[in-house]
C-alpha cells in the first residue's frame, strides 16, 4: 500500500516515514501543500497523512482541491487544532478522518488500518487466496500453519494482488505504487521480485500459481482454487489460463466481465424497452401517414443509441436491425408502401430480439500461442546474445540468423513478429536490403527494423522506401532496440511486447449521449484500472476536460448538440491538448464516415458494437504510444 505523507516538520515527518515503512507502507513525502497537491493528482496512493499546517497551501485548501476535482482516496488530516469547530471545518473539507497531536503511533496505524480498509474490499482484517493467509496488522505471511518468509518488498506485492484481487498491474504501475519517488529501480527489477515471491511461495509449500502474467499488459492475482473449480462447473468449460493456456484463468476472466455487463444491462433493459417503444410509435404514424419530423428524428436517435449499445450487450442482430432502422429513417424522402413493411417487420424483429436471451457478451482475444517473436539477422554475435538476455525481461523470444540464407529460411517456416536486420554482411554479395525488397514485393506485414553499423543518407532512404519502420545505428544498446521495436510495431503487437511499460493506470474521458453505451464502456474499461470519467451532456465537454484532464479521450461520432467531430476539432486546436489520444466510437464504418474522423484528428476509431478486448488494447495501446515518445524524447 502507497501513501502520501505531507507534513513540513522535517524531525515529525522522519519519524512517521520510519514508522510507515517498518509497516511495510511505501512513502512519499512532501514538505508543503502545493507539492503534496502535485504529488496526489500525478500519482496514485491508497491513503494521505496531511497535516493541517503546512506552507503555500494549508491542507484543508488541499482537501477541498481534491475533493473539487473528484478524488475518491482516503485522506486523514494530522492537526494540533483540537475544537469542534476544527473538526467540523476538516470533515466538511473531504478529510475522511483526523487525528489530533500528539497522538500514540499505534492509534494512528490502526486509523490507517481503517481506512484503507474501508477503501478496499475486503472489510476484514486477514487477507487470504486459498490456504494462504496475509495479516496486515502483525505483518506476517502464512500457508497453512508454516510461516513465511518474505523481504518487505514481496510482502508489499502480495498484499498488491490481495488486495486488487482483479486489477491488472503493469510492471510501471507496481514501481508506482510501491517504490517512493527517489528509489524507483528498473522495471527489470519487478520481474525479478516476483519470480523470487513465487519462489519462495513455492518453498512453503503452495502447488498452485498465485500470480499471472497476462500479455500485453503485466500480471494479476488468479482466481483462489475452490472459485475456479466453481466457476469450471457453472461455466462448463476446461481449463485455461491466459498466460500458459490454463482454460480456467481465460474463463474466470471472461466470467468477470459477463457479470460486469450483465448487471449494466439489467440496469438498462427498460431503456432499451423505452427506445424501441418510440420506433413503434414512429412505425405507427409512418404506416397511418402522420410521422412528423420531430417523431421522425426522435426515432432516428433511439435507432441510432440501439445500434451501438444492442451488440455491446450480446445481441449483435438487435445492432444490425437498429442500424437498418436508423438507415431508413435517415432521408428526408417519404418512403413507399415497400419500404413501410419493411420498417414495420425491422421493429417486430428488434422487438423480439430484446425477448430473447444475450448472447456471449464479450468476444475473447484470441492468446497468442507463444511469446512474441523477433528474428534478428546479424552476423553480431556478442549483440544478438544481449538481446537474448534482455528479451526474457521483455518476455520476448530471440531467434537468430547469421545470414540471409538462414534468414529466408527462418521466415518461410516460422514467420516472426518483428525483424532486426544488419545492412552489411562481409562474406556475401547481397545485403540486408536485398531481402527488405523480396519482403515488399511479398506484401509482408512483418515489420522490419535496419539495424547496423553503416550510416549512410542512401541506407536510410532506402530502407524508408522499401518499408522499413526502423533505422538503428550501431553501437545501440538492447533496451533502446526494444523501445524502438515499440515505437515502430503494429498496435496489436505492442499490447503482447510491453507488458513492463503497458500502465493502464490512465484517465478516459468517454462522451456518449447514450448513458447504456457509458456504462458499459466503464464497465469494460474499470476492471483493467483505468479512472473513467463519463459524460453525456457534449455541451459540458469543455469544462469536463479541463477538470478531470485526460490522457485519453473515448467520442461517441454522433451526438446532438456538438458530434464527435466537432469535439474532436477543437482539441486539436489547442495547443495544450493538441497531442491527446483521440477514439472515436462510430456505428458508421463507410470510407466517408471514416474520412471524416481521420481528417478531424482523431488517432483511431472503434466499431459498434464495441468488443471488450479491442477496446481494451487500442486503449492501452495508444496511451502508452504518447508516454513512450514522451520518455524517448526525455533520454
Avoid at 139 to 150: C, I
Wanted: proline share 5%.
Amino acid at each position: 500500500m502507497k501513501i502520501l505523507l505531507v507534513e513540513d516538520d522535517e524531525l515529525i515527518g522522519s519519524a512517521l516515514f520510519e514508522a510507515l515503512v517498518a509497516h511495510h507502507y511505501t512513502v512519499d513525502v512532501a514538505a508543503d501543500g502545493q507539492a503534496g497537491l502535485e504529488l496526489a493528482t500525478t500519482f496514485e496512493y491508497d491513503l494521505i497523512l496531511l497535516d493541517w499546517l503546512i506552507p503555500k497551501l494549508d491542507g484543508i485548501s488541499v482537501c477541498r482541491q481534491l475533493r473539487a476535482t473528484g478524488y475518491q482516496k482516503a485522506i486523514l488530516l494530522l492537526t494540533a487544532k483540537d475544537s469542534n469547530s476544527d473538526i467540523v471545518q476538516g470533515l466538511d473539507a473531504g478529510a475522511d478522518d483526523y487525528i489530533v497531536k500528539p497522538y500514540e503511533l499505534s492509534a494512528l496505524m490502526a486509523r490507517i488500518r481503517a481506512l484503507l480498509r474501508r477503501g478496499n474490499s475486503p472489510v476484514t482484517s486477514v487477507l487470504a487466496w486459498g490456504n494462504l493467509c496475509l495479516n496486515p496488522v502483525s505483518g506476517e505471511v502464512t500457508f497453512g500453519e508454516q510461516l513465511l518468509s518474505l523481504t518487505p518488498k514481496e510482502y508489499s506485492l502480495l498484499e498488491l494482488f490481495l488486495r486488487n484481487p482483479q486489477r491488472v498491474f503493469s510492471r510501471s504501475a507496481i514501481i508506482d505504487r510501491l517504490w517512493s519517488l527517489g528509489g524507483s529501480p528498473a522495471e527489470s527489477a519487478v520481474t525479478v521480485h516476483i519470480k523470487e515471491l513465487r519462489q519462495k511461495l513455492k518453498t512453503g509449500g503452495m502447488t498452485e500459481e498465485i500470480i499471472e502474467t497476462v500479455y500485453g499488459l503485466g500480471y494479476r492475482l488468479k482466481s483462489p482454487p475452490e472459485e475456479k473449480a466453481l466457476g469450471e462447473s457453472g461455466a462448463g468449460g476446461g481449463s485455461e489460463e491466459i498466460a500458459t493456456g490454463d482454460k480456467g484463468e481465460r474463463s474466470q476472466s471472461k466470467l468477470k466481465g459477463l457479470a460486469s455487463i450483465s448487471n449494466v444491462l439489467e440496469r438498462f433493459r427498460d431503456t432499451f424497452a423505452q427506445q424501441v417503444t418510440v420506433l413503434e410509435q414512429a412505425k405507427i404514424a409512418l404506416i397511418e401517414g402522420n410521422l412528423s419530423e420531430v417523431l421522425r428524428q426522435s426515432a432516428r436517435q433511439e435507432a441510432h443509441k440501439l445500434a451501438g449499445a444492442m451488440g455491446t450487450f450480446g445481441y449483435p442482430e438487435g445492432s444490425n436491425l437498429a442500424r437498418a432502422i436508423e438507415h431508413m429513417l435517415m432521408d428526408d424522402k417519404a418512403l413507399g408502401r415497400e419500404e413501410v413493411l419493411r420498417l414495420d417487420r425491422l421493429v417486430t424483429d428488434l422487438q423480439q430480439e430484446l425477448t430473447k436471451p444475450p448472447t456471449s457478451l464479450i468476444a475473447e482475444p484470441t492468446p497468442p500461442a507463444q511469446t512474441p517473436l523477433v528474428l534478428v539477422v546479424d552476423d553480431d554475435r556478442v549483440l544478438t546474445e544481449q538481446l537474448k538476455v534482455e528479451a526474457t525481461v521483455w518476455e520476448m523470444r530471440i531467434e537468430t540468423a547469421p545470414d540471409l540464407t538462414t534468414a529466408r529460411q527462418k521466415v518461410a517456416q516460422t514467420p516472426p513478429d518483428v525483424i532486426l536486420l544488419e545492412l552489411t554482411f562481409p562474406d556475401s554479395a547481397e545485403n540486408g536490403l536485398t531481402l527488405l525488397r523480396e519482403l515488399a514485393e511479398q506484401s509482408s506485414t512483418i515489420p522490419v527494423l535496419a539495424l547496423t553499423g553503416r550510416d549512410r543518407l542512401e541506407d536510410r532512404v532506402a530502407v524508408s522506401r522499401l518499408g522499413g519502420r526502423g533505422f538503428l545505428h550501431k553501437p545501440v544498446l538492447p533496451e533502446q532496440i526494444f523501445k524502438a521495436i515499440a515505437r515502430s510495431a503494429p498496435a496489436k503487437l505492442i499490447a503482447r511486447i510491453l507488458p513492463q511499460t503497458q500502465s493502464v493506470e490512465a484517465k478516459v474521458l468517454v462522451v456518449d449521449d447514450d448513458s447504456a453505451t457509458l456504462a458499459a464502456l466503464s464497465s469494460l474499461l474499470r476492471p483493467w484500472g483505468f479512472q473513467v470519467t463519463n459524460l453525456n451532456e457534449p455541451q459540458r465537454f469543455w469544462e469536463v476536460l479541463t477538470a478531470t484532464t485526460p490522457d485519453l479521450l473515448v467520442l461517441d461520432l454522433e451526438m446532438p448538440t456538438f458530434s464527435g467531430i466537432d469535439l474532436c476539432q477543437v482539441v486539436r486546436q489547442d495547443p495544450q491538448w493538441g497531442d491527446l489520444p483521440i477514439l472515436v466510437v462510430t456505428a458508421h464504418t463507410d470510407a466517408e464516415s471514416i474520412q471524416r474522423v481521420f481528417a478531424a484528428g482523431a488517432d483511431d476509431f472503434i466499431n459498434k458494437p464495441v468488443v471488450g478486448p479491442e477496446l481494451v488494447t487500442r486503449v492501452t495501446s495508444h496511451i502508452e504510444r504518447v508516454r513512450l515518445r514522451q520518455k524517448l524524447k526525455q533520454t
